[in-house]
């Protein structure tokens, strides 16, 4: 089954820059979509269609694509960013979703 | 503003049946696809399901084809999921979300509806 690969855990002290990637085969040819998950709440939609962003979500939030993997882009780090993200897409055949596997960030 | 709020989850045992609901309001309901998300304890999330806006395509994770079962009824703005022969790594909250268009990504979401499976 496909699957797409994130680091598990990214560090950046506050007004850095956090940049978390996500790898898959099918990326070229489906887009990525980001979400923010902090405890105990639901998933916050943050990116879609590779590089948009929905209405009411911060500028420093931003996200790139380059072949096979998109980057996550967090600019000015802020403590209340601190939660896991995770990036989405479909197969190659765009008939299934899946999930990567999670980042946490952590604001030191 | 858009609500949606899943009901239906407890504690069941192994191989014992659950059906999930997801209420949806502030939205027009007929035209979003619905998905069911879930994630276990301390992990990630899974993508479970997703039926089409108008009920005519489903389309399952490997992990619950042929044991879940997804359905809506537009004049009730509702979403379910029927979930057979449960098993211990069913045990997750189960969200659903809502997808609005073809490049939209999963817009808004409920607060999740806990399912354990135990004996």
């Known amino acids: 089954s496909y699957e797409l690969t994130q680091p598990p855990s990214v560090s950046v002290s506050p007004g850095q820059t956090a940049r978390i990637t996500c790898s898959g085969h099918?990326?070229?040819?489906?887009?990525a979509y980001w979400y923010q998950q902090k405890p105990g709440q639901a998933p916050l939609l943050l990116i879609y269609?590779?590089?948009e962003r929905p209405s009411g979500i911060p500028g420093r939030f931003s996200a790139s694509s380059s072949g096979t993997t998109v980057t996550l882009t967090i600019s000015g780090v802020q403590a209340q960013d601190e939660a896991d993200y995770y990036c989405?897409?479909?197969?190659?055949?765009?008939?299934?979703?899946?999930f990567g596997g999670g980042t946490k960030l952590t604001v030191l | 503003q858009v609500q949606l709020v899943e009901s239906g989850g407890g504690v069941v045992q192994p191989g014992r049946s659950l059906r999930l609901s997801c209420a949806a309001s502030?939205?027009?309901?007929?035209?979003?696809?619905m998905h069911w998300v879930r994630q276990a304890p301390g992990r990630g999330l899974e993508w479970v399901a997703v039926i089409s806006h108008d009920g005519s395509d489903e389309r399952y994770a490997d992990s619950v084809r042929g044991r879940f079962t997804i359905s809506r009824d537009n004049s009730r703005n509702t979403v379910n999921l029927q979930v057979n022969s449960l098993r211990g790594d069913d045990t997750a909250v189960y969200y659903c979300?809502?997808?609005?268009?073809?490049?939209?990504?999963?817009?808004?979401w409920g607060q999740g509806t806990l399912v354990t499976v135990s004996s």
């Open positions: 989405q897409s479909q197969d190659i055949t765009g008939t299934y979703w899946v």
């Open positions: 979300a809502s997808r609005s268009g073809l490049y939209s990504g999963f817009d808004y």
């Open positions: 099918a990326l070229p040819k489906q887009y």
């Open positions: 269609k590779d590089t």
């Open positions: 502030g939205l027009t309901f007929n035209m979003y696809s």
